[in-house]
T-cell receptor, first 114, second 114 residues
Framework: AQSVAQPEDQVNVAEGNPLTVKCTYS??????LFWYVQYPNRGLQFLLK??????LVKGSYGFEAEFNKSQTSFHLKKPSALVSDSALYFC????????????FGRGTSLIVHP | DAGITQSPRHKVTETGTPVTLRCHQT?????MYWYRQDPGHGLRLIHY???????DKGEVSDGYSVSRSKTEDFLLTLESATSSQTSVYFC?????????????FGAGTRLSVL
């Protein structure tokens, strides 16, 4: 079975400060890891992914995430937060192979204060 | 929202009535999914399809059925709606395997069962 934990329901950060949204996972085999963002009244949008290669992956809007195999984590980061980054963020994981069914975390609401 | 159209976008119905939600894609992707999104639960998979007339259950399939008679259309039916099915429903498609099967989401259908 595969699972994802996002331990924080909400993260508050001041504009211009660095932000981190945490994600840990459990899966058999090498993980496929994803971050998605959801703005109000919209569907989820893909932000970035890790499949293989460098542990630090870069995505849209200046976001990046670090894959840590020993800690089974895939935290989302950004060096300098913007008010427009305020949204709901979802981490997702799936295992390798033919089943293309990811498991999503419960989501973390990011609030960036001016 | 990546060539995915959900209809209707909003619906209010009464307990016990049948409801069908439609998802239409223009991407010709094989895999399609139906999720529901509820506060505190994140995204939960209802059903998915891996081809025309090929469907399977997700983790919260009770009370829902699906059909896929064409590659581009994936229908979700609530045979007899209940108040517990009040939710926001998202359709998704899965992109190419070489890209890690990133999911692309529709804009969602907000369903209220009174």
């Amino acid at each position: 079975a595969q699972s994802v934990a996002q331990p924080e329901d909400q993260v508050n950060v001041a504009e211009g400060n660095p932000l981190t949204v945490k994600c840990t996972y459990s899966v058999s085999g090498n993980p496929y890891l994803f971050w998605y963002v959801q703005y109000p009244n919209r569907g989820l949008q893909f932000l970035l992914k890790y499949i293989t290669g460098d542990n630090l992956v870069k995505g849209s809007y200046g976001f990046e995430a670090e894959f840590n195999k020993s800690q089974t984590s895939f935290h989302l980061k950004k060096p300098s937060a913007l008010v427009s980054d305020s949204a709901l963020y979802f981490c997702a994981v799936r295992g390798p192979g033919g089943s293309y069914i990811p498991t999503f975390g419960r989501g973390t609401s990011l609030i960036v204060h001016p | 929202d990546a060539g995915i159209t959900q209809s209707p976008r909003h619906k209010v119905t009464e307990t016990g009535t049948p409801v069908t939600l439609r998802c239409h894609q223009t991407e010709n992707h094989r895999y399609m999914y139906w999720y529901r999104q509820d506060p505190g639960h994140g995204l939960r998979l209802i059903h998915y399809s891996y081809g025309v007339k090929d469907t399977d259950k997700g983790e919260v399939s009770d009370g829902y059925s699906v059909s896929r008679s064409k590659t581009e259309d994936f229908l979700l039916t609530l045979e007899s709606a209940t108040s517990s099915q009040t939710s926001v429903y998202f359709c998704a498609i899965s992109g190419p395997e070489k890209e890690g099967n990133i999911q692309y989401f529709g804009a969602g259908t907000r369903l209220s069962v009174l």
